[in-house]
């Protein structure tokens, strides 16, 4: 799992009983998904089309610093599936895991597009 997003819990983040709202930490992982495949599949045109069973294991409070890792898992034809791991850094607790998140790739029109990727490539490698 990498790794790449932290984020600082602030009042605005959280619920009626004062910890993190899961609906914001939701929004979140769906950004992270999408700019993870955005980079992956080269293209600024891709959507979520599925996140499976989402698993709340613990929770973060106001001041909390959380890690969201992503991670590919499968390559589909015009699909990327990936796995999620949300970590608080504080106290080292998992706070969440999804198994499969699916983005597909979008072409010009708004349909799906094959994008021909088959595993991860950095952006180092493509330079």
Request: aromatic share 8%.
């Amino acid at each position: 799992m990498r790794f790449h997003t932290r984020k600082w819990i602030k009042p605005e983040d959280l619920n009626a009983n004062g910890t993190l709202f899961g609906g914001r930490l939701l929004e979140w992982i769906d950004e992270e998904a999408a700019l993870y495949s955005i980079v992956q599949l080269e293209n600024q045109k891709v959507v979520t089309k599925y996140m499976s069973e989402i698993d709340f294991k613990a929770s973060a409070k106001q001041g909390d610093v959380i890690e969201i890792g992503i991670k590919a898992i499968k390559f589909g034809r015009a699909s990327l599936t990936l796995s999620c791991e949300v970590r608080n850094m504080m106290t080292r607790e998992t706070i969440i895991t999804i198994s499969n998140i699916v983005m597909v790739n979008i072409g010009p029109d708004g349909h799906v597009l094959p994008h021909g990727k088959t595993e991860i490539e950095y952006v180092s490698d493509r330079l």
